[in-house]
């Protein structure tokens, strides 16, 4: 780190003038994402960035985040294009605490994060907090067992997203997309595979399709396995982008199967307990997700 160095503001994010502007252009990226999506001119966006965003509150960085990039565009959505409901999704591995703190009070934005339980932070993410005020049910947490993989992911994504974001029905969808809930990243122990993030973003292009016109803007996060992360992004953006037949995943055969495929009885549990507890809170009676509900 060169001379003048100083850190993002919890100790452990080191952060230089060169980080900084980095960060900058990585916000500004989801901002110019967002605007080309909502203006009609493009169908979809995945803002591909550094520094990742989702641990940063509004006065400082921290879990080597600076600036928390999908809170920005959300508020850049409200504020240029009049947005009244904008939906966040959190695929990071880690709990995002940092959005949860930004929108917890505001009705306006619902937030939904999906992360590997007491991971990272270890003392955030639980099912109780849900927001505050008038925002009491906007706030979603499904915490995840260590080793879920594809069939958790599509469990949840279909028993806890999907019904959240109906009830809400957003005029756009943010995901803040990590690929460290990946097989082989060392920062984690999920499960989940390129078809697995495959299969999570055409759930979510189906739904956007259906509640805001297809507005749908990824955000990169976190993803620190310099092997496999690039054949998760790259299944993410295929499948964005309509690209059929997709690229073949080299690492499919060792990581696929029932290791990744397979819902287990504590998954579905956990998908469960996430839904019970926002049904609980939300503001108005949830629909019933759709399919049969693991007994």
């Known amino acids: 780190m060169r001379a003048g160095a100083t850190d993002a503001g919890d100790g452990l994010s080191p952060l230089d003038r060169d980080a900084f502007d980095r960060a900058v252009l990585g916000a500004g990226a989801a901002v110019v994402a967002v605007e080309e999506v909502v203006s009609g001119d493009a169908d979809n966006a995945f803002a591909l960035v550094r520094h990742a965003g989702h641990h940063a509150v509004s006065e400082r960085g921290g879990g080597f985040c600076v600036f928390n990039n999908v809170a920005v565009a959300a508020r850049a959505g409200q504020a240029d294009h009049e947005l009244e409901r904008v939906a966040i999704v959190d695929l990071d591995v880690h709990h995002g605490n940092g959005t949860e703190a930004i929108f917890y009070d505001d009705p306006s934005v619902l937030t939904i994060s999906l992360h590997q339980d007491r991971l990272y932070p270890p003392d955030t993410g639980s099912t109780s907090s849900a927001g505050s005020g008038d925002a009491l049910g906007r706030n979603v ?24 974001l109906r009830n809400f029905r ?115 009676v949830p629909p019933v997700p759709s399919g049969e509900r693991r007994q």
Do not use: K
């Not at 067992?145 to 594809?150: I, K, S, V």
């Not at 082989?184 to 993030?197: E, I, K, N, Q, S």
């Not at 507890?277 to 503001?283: E, F, I, P, V, Y």
């Open 170 to 284: 957003p005029q756009l969808v943010l995901v803040a997309c990590g690929f460290d809930a990946s097989a082989y990243d060392p920062m984690a122990r999920m499960v989940l595979t390129a078809a697995g993030f495959r299969s999570v973003t055409q759930h979510l292009l189906s739904l956007c399709d259906e509640l805001c016109g297809g507005r749908l803007v990824m955000v990169s996060e976190g993803g620190y396995s310099p092997v496999y992360a690039p054949f998760c992004g790259l299944a993410v953006i295929e499948t964005m982008a309509g690209v059929d037949p997709p690229t073949v995943d080299p690492f499919e055969p060792f990581v696929g199967g029932a290791l990744a495929d397979e819902l287990t009885q504590a998954q579905a549990e956990a998908v469960d307990h996430a839904y019970a507890a926002w049904a609980r809170s939300s503001l108005e």
């Open 141 to 164: 947490n499904v915490p995840l067992p260590a080793g879920t993989g594809n069939g958790g992911y599509a469990y949840a994504m279909q028993h806890v997203v999907e019904p959240c």
